[in-house]
């Protein structure tokens, strides 16, 4: 049997929507026919991609402005979604924080921001979502990571590499529990990407010393992170789960 990678007549949520790989991946799961939920703390990187989605013709989507580590706005997102799609078949857990303090410059404060958005905040997602999956039989997640999840960050603190690990266990845990409920929960783990978090905080000399280390020798662009999700979410992916899906230019090799 040939699976196509298309996802029309499926609805779902990607979060971290207004900018980065979390926008890149609801303008490239718009174009291959899903309905998608924006979700961003940024109102107006929300409407920027939104603009990108209805100037291609695509469905328009569904614009929700909520912070991924409040319960609260979690649970009022999910409920949003619900109400005008009637059903999730996809979370994408995009959004994320970067933070470069050495660990011994780290405040508690910080910690809990970082460990509150990049790992509780998918958490809250998933705790929120699944409940429905699970009732519908169906369902896929994919948690981006990070390869900093896979060994440590190059340009993070310390609280960044522990949320991204975290993260990564969170989904392979899942993907145990909830393969039995036909739901599917993957951690994708993109290498260096030129996000704009990466390129409003780093000195392009540095963006230039981590290209030489890389074995392609380029950084990765937003829209090919997202295709790799697009696959993972397909029912081209059907018997993957509990993954760690890197896609980071060989970085792992050396």
């Given at each position: 049997?040939?699976?196509?990678i298309?996802?029309?007549?499926?609805?779902?949520?990607?979060?971290g929507?207004?900018?980065?790989?979390?926008?890149?991946?609801?303008?490239?799961?718009?174009?291959?026919?899903?309905?998608v939920a924006?979700?961003?703390?940024?109102?107006?990187?929300?409407?920027?991609?939104?603009?990108?989605?209805?100037?291609?013709?695509?469905?328009?989507?569904?614009l929700?402005?909520?912070?991924?580590?409040?319960?609260?706005?979690?649970e009022?997102?999910?409920?949003?979604?619900?109400?005008?799609?009637?059903?999730?078949?996809?979370?994408?857990?995009g959004?994320?924080?970067?933070?470069?303090?050495?660990?011994?410059?780290?405040?508690?404060?910080e910690?809990?921001l970082?460990?509150?958005?990049?790992?509780?905040?998918?958490?809250?997602?998933?705790?929120?979502?699944?409940?429905?999956?699970?009732a519908?039989?169906?369902?896929?997640?994919v948690?981006?990571?990070?390869l900093a999840?896979?060994?440590c960050?190059?340009?993070?603190?310390?609280?960044?590499?522990?949320?991204?690990h975290?993260l990564?266990?969170?989904?392979?845990?899942?993907?145990?529990?909830f393969?039995?409920?036909?739901i599917?929960v993957?951690a994708?783990?993109?290498?260096?990407?030129?996000?704009?978090?990466?390129?409003?905080?780093?000195?392009p000399?540095?963006?230039?010393?981590?290209?030489?280390?890389?074995?392609?020798?380029?950084?990765?662009?937003?829209?090919?992170?997202?295709?790799?999700?697009?696959?993972v979410?397909s029912d081209?992916?059907?018997?993957i789960?509990?993954?760690?899906i890197?896609?980071?230019?060989?970085?792992?090799?050396?």
């Open positions: 049997m040939a699976w196509q298309d996802l029309s007549g499926k609805y779902g949520i990607v979060t929507a207004g900018s980065g790989i979390g926008k890149a991946t609801a303008l490239h799961l718009s174009s291959m026919g899903a309905r924006l979700v961003d703390i940024v109102a107006g990187g929300l409407d920027a991609t939104a603009r990108e989605i209805q100037s291609a013709g695509e469905a328009s989507p569904l929700i402005q909520a912070d991924a580590a409040d319960e609260n706005q979690v009022r997102s999910v409920a949003q979604c619900l109400a005008e799609f009637g059903a999730i078949d996809f979370l994408v857990n959004h994320g924080i970067l933070r470069r303090t050495p660990f011994l410059e780290i405040q508690n404060s910690w809990d970082m460990i509150g958005v990049n790992l509780r905040g998918c958490f809250l997602f998933c705790k929120t979502v699944l409940p429905h999956m699970k519908r039989g169906q369902g896929v997640i948690n981006v990571a990070s999840g896979r060994s960050s190059i340009l993070g603190g310390a609280h960044y590499t522990a949320a991204k975290g990564i266990g969170l989904s392979r845990h899942l993907a145990r529990e393969a039995p409920h036909g599917r993957n994708f783990c993109p290498g260096a990407t030129l996000t704009p978090m990466i390129v409003n905080s780093t000195p000399e540095e963006i230039d010393r981590v290209a030489a280390n890389i074995p392609r020798g380029r950084w990765a662009a937003p829209e090919e992170q997202a295709c790799v999700i697009g696959f979410l081209a992916a059907a018997n789960t509990g993954a760690c890197d896609s980071n230019g060989g970085t792992l090799m050396i």
